[in-house]
């Protein structure tokens, strides 16, 4: 490794400073805005229901009709699936920081746009709603490979695992913040507004002001990504990429020299070598790339897309499951601005105590563990929970066993974000070479979010053909499989990211 660029050493062997904790935020803003975006979404849609839906005469208050409810939750995931292959395959070529600062003012302009309908029409709302849901999605889904590959190119080797881990975690600052808005909106709506159950009054339970709360919860989410496009756009390009892919030496050492506040030689000739290396330059869809990457990819997008099948099904339902077991009361018995409350609460609640916690254990302890053995325990409890849930399921559903159900379903939260869901996050960002680095993440992170439609969408609907015990078992048999998968995909603990991806064989002149 003597060969290896000294601007590339330097960040491996570089200690842990204030840059790399702003580039934490400025990276971790996206997935923010992300978790928001779709927490708030499932808060909304029984507002929306209420407001746009109402039925004369129906015991029950309105809501969502299949279709529209499938479209608003699913037009977002459509959007990120379309983002993620773009923007990581323009990341690759245009430049992390360039294609960043578009994809976060994507997001910043459609998050407002999305509380701003056309009409009063239910027809115009969610047709706007959907329009607008679906290109935050697309500015959402470039941020997955580019933050991921930014700070993956910016950490050193100690700790690397922990900050890409920690920008992921700053969903879980999401999903609290949008929980607490949707709480202080919906408390301010209620004691501004006072208004009578459903089952007194149909028409006056909801207040015609509710029609400003969903909006107001939605268009907040764009505050924190307007606050951070300032430093976005001040974030020097990484050096692997000037100097790998741009194969500007001198640059690439200018902007590090600045970053870690040492001086550092441009080693033009050095750089000339790697890049003039014909076992470094292949493509995507070479059979060197199939020979050497093939099955890492395989293995990063299959773990990907099966952790996500279980993952949005489960948080998807968590309102039903709510209802069901008896901790939200019948919606009848609430006025519409209560019920965003009771549910916002309950989400909030689960989210304080399992997922946010789960993020933060994957920060602490990637890097003594090891990716491997995180993922591989993750898809093991989450196994172990759904089966746990889904075998004595009338067991749970009973009254005085609600507690032990909430209990089990929050573990099994727990180890998917002290598992899978942090981890295979990380691993694209690490393994593959930089100039297919953004691609390749783009690719596992596109598979993911098909398994999240999967899940969210094919589960909906598998849910009302067989119920949700069997459901549970399907889960388990889902998570079974990411375990099994996980063997594809290699350790990168500790190594630097040109060792990883084997271009440091090339730096070397070795050939592999």
């Known amino acids: 490794m003597a060969q290896q660029l000294k601007v590339l050493n330097a960040l491996d062997v570089a200690k842990t400073q204030w840059y790399h904790f702003t580039a934490i935020v400025i990276a971790g803003m996206g997935f923010f805005t992300d978790a928001y975006d779709l927490f708030c979404i499932s808060l909304v849609t029984k507002l929306l229901g209420r407001i746009y839906y ?18 608003v939750n699913g037009v977002a995931f459509c959007g990120t699936l379309a983002g993620q292959l773009f ?48 290109w935050l999605g697309f500015g959402i889904g470039g941020d997955y490979p580019l933050s991921a590959t930014i700070m993956s190119e910016y950490a050193n080797k100690k700790t690397r695992g922990a900050f890409i881990a920690a920008v ?38 909801t207040v015609p002001e509710a029609d400003y709360a969903w909006r ?10 307007v606050i951070t496009y300032y430093w976005r756009a001040k974030m020097p390009e990484t050096a692997r990429y000037t100097a790998l892919v741009a194969k500007n030496a001198k640059q690439a050492a200018s902007d590090m020299a600045k970053v870690l506040q040492v001086d550092l030689e441009a080693e033009e000739q050095k750089v000339e070598k790697i890049t003039q290396d014909k076992k470094n330059d292949f493509g995507l869809f070479s059979s060197q790339f199939l020979h050497r990457h093939g099955l890492h990819l395989l293995g990063t997008a ?20 709510f ?3 008896g ?32 993020y933060w254990f994957t920060v602490a302890f990637i890097d003594k563990m090891g990716r491997f053995a995180i993922q591989l325990m993750g898809f093991f409890f989450m196994t172990v929970f759904m089966f746990a849930l889904a075998i004595p399921y009338h067991h749970w559903t009973l009254p005085d066993n609600r507690i032990g159900f909430v209990v089990l379903y929050a573990f099994t939260f727990f180890f998917a974000n002290f598992g899978p869901n942090a981890t295979t996050f990380v691993v694209p960002a690490e393994i593959f070479p930089a100039r297919l680095r953004s691609t390749c993440h783009g690719i596992s992170a596109a598979a993911g979010k098909a398994g999240a439609m999967v899940g969210a969408f094919g589960f909906l609907s598998a849910t009302d053909a067989v119920g949700v015990r069997k ?14 998968f996980t063997f594809l995909v290699p350790e990168s603990k500790g190594k630097s990211l040109e060792e990883m991806s084997g271009e440091a064989d090339a730096e070397n002149g070795t050939s592999t």
């Open 54 to 71: 109402h039925e004369e005469g129906s015991k029950n208050p309105g809501s969502l009709p299949t279709n529209v409810a499938a479209a």
């Open 87 to 134: 923007f990581g395959w323009l990341g690759d070529k245009l430049g992390r920081k360039r294609v960043y600062g578009m994809t976060l003012m994507l997001m910043v302009i459609c998050s407002i746009a999305s509380g701003l309908s056309f009409g009063k029409d239910p027809k115009a709302v969610m047709a706007t709603l959907c329009f607008f849901r679906f």
């Open 302 to 321: 299959t773990t990907w897309f099966l952790l996500d099948i279980a993952f949005y099904s489960q948080n998807l339902f968590q309102k039903d499951i």
């Open 327 to 358: 901790w939200i009361p019948k919606a009848q018995t609430m006025n519409a601005m209560e019920e965003v409350y009771r549910i916002a609460r309950a989400q909030t609640l689960i989210a304080l105590c399992s997922t946010v916690p789960g």
């Open 323 to 325: 209802s069901a077991i």
């Open 168 to 205: 992921f975690a700053m969903q879980g600052f999401g999903i609290l913040t949008g929980g607490m808005v949707a709480i202080i909106v919906s408390a301010i709506f209620k004691a501004t507004y006072p208004a009578p159950t459903y089952a007194m009054d149909p028409i006056r339970s």
């Open 216 to 225: 107001i919860i939605l268009m907040f989410g764009a505050i924190p990504a």
């Open 471 to 484: 459901v549970l078992i399907m889960l388990g048999v889902v998570n079974f499989l990411g375990m099994m």
